[in-house]
């Protein structure tokens, strides 16, 4: 099972990196093949994946944020590539929406077909695997901006979802 991690400073302006990297240190166990996450600061917004612990921690240290949704991996559905790797990134109107997931999505394949219909590329395919969590992010997605009445994924989840303003970078929900 993945492991999911959000953080934010809610005291003062402190990067939030080294309490990311004690959380994933206690929960290690929950995936270690595929890592991601985004970050946000006053100044930027930063997403990075990698298939290795070495290359995601090497990032947290050279970047700091007051704010971050980290995600690591234990694939059971899709390989361990970085197209799997969360955050999945869905850009709608004025808005970003970064999307991880912990959790198996029952119907993603009928979804992702219902997708396509609507003109839905996912980012996470290949070949023919893809990612489930990406079935539930656009699911969600969907939802959150009025195109579908409710959300249709079937199974077992946990997520955060971001939503971002384009314009600004700044966190809206």
Sequence with gaps: M???IYA???KDNQPVN???KILY???KDRGQRGFGFVGLSAKRVG????TDEKGILKYLNEHQYDEIIFHHRFPTSTRNTLKSAHPFVIGMEDKRYYFVHNGIIQNADELKER????GIAYSSEEGVDFNDSEALAWEFCLWLN???EKIEAEGSAAFICLEVEKRTNRAQK
């Design 115 to 118: 997708h396509s219909k609507r």
């Design 8 to 10: 934010k400073n809610l």
């Design 47 to 50: 997403t990075y994946r990698a």
């Design 25 to 27: 240190v206690n929960q």
């Design 146 to 148: 009025n195109r579908k």
């Design 2 to 4: 993945c492991g999911i």
């Design 18 to 20: 080294n309490l990311v």
